[in-house]
């Protein structure tokens, strides 16, 4: 099976400029979860999507959105963006039958490196 | 207050056993806790999961004292390819939180 894909690799933008980031989850799985990651904060959830539905969401502003379409993959918005939301931006997939995407087994992608100058 | 511990590094040699220790307070009752292994310019990678007492794979061995406050992951006879940064992931309330990291440095 194909793993997790997330595209692009890297992304440079400029602050007030808004951003798409892609993943495709393994064959199968229904649910989608996406992460911040940085040197200060470590790793922190965003939201995770089941069935083109969100189904959990973590502590970050309105300007962090996403969605799932019908074949399970994903897209995470962040518009006007700061400095301080350059970052490691990672998406999980996994089967989705447990409820909670933290009891689930996750299956991460290599993530999208975001810079804003 | 952070919501979990881990030990920011650890050092080992090849052959020796390792083991990481996460501590977390209120942890949810029924949810579990997942250790995942990290390597650069990676996603992380799961390990290992369990709920109570001790669960062994191929690779570890995840120990869960009965109050849950805190998990223990053991990797034996590490090599240097077991080198990166191990995360444990857990419930507190309805909420999951990964802990911070523990980069394992193993030396030939």
């Known amino acids: 099976k194909a793993g997790v894909t997330q595209t692009p690799r890297y992304l440079i933008k400029t602050r007030g400029q808004q951003v798409t980031l892609s993943c495709s989850p393994i064959s199968g799985h229904r649910s989608v979860s996406w992460y911040q990651q940085t040197p200060g904060q470590g790793l922190q959830f965003l939201f995770e999507?089941?069935?083109?539905?969100?189904?959990n969401k973590g502590n970050f502003p309105g300007r962090f959105s996403g969605r799932q379409f019908s074949n399970s993959r994903s897209e995470m918005n962040v518009s006007t963006l700061e400095l301080g939301d350059s970052a490691l931006y990672l998406c999980?997939?996994?089967?989705?039958?447990?409820?909670?995407?933290?009891?689930?087994?996750?299956?991460f992608g290599s993530g999208t490196q975001l810079s804003v100058l | 207050l952070a919501k979990t511990t881990q030990p920011i590094s650890m050092d080992s040699y090849e052959g020796q056993e390792v083991n990481i220790t996460c501590s977390h307070n209120?942890?949810?009752?029924?949810?579990?806790i997942t250790w995942y292994q990290q390597f650069p310019s990676q996603g992380p990678r799961f390990i290992i999961q369990g709920y109570k007492t001790k669960v062994t794979n191929e690779v570890a061995s995840l120990f869960i004292p009965a109050d849950r406050k805190s998990s223990t992951l053991s990797l034996p006879r590490v090599s240097l390819s077991d080198t990166a940064v191990y995360y444990c992931l857990v419930a507190l309330g309805n909420k999951f939180y990964f802990g911070s990291g523990t980069k394992l440095n193993v030396k030939p």
């Open positions: 209120n942890i949810a009752t029924n949810d579990y």
């Open positions: 999980a997939s996994s089967l989705g039958d447990r409820g909670f995407y933290g009891n689930e087994k996750l299956f």
């Open positions: 999507y089941f069935s083109e539905t969100q189904r």
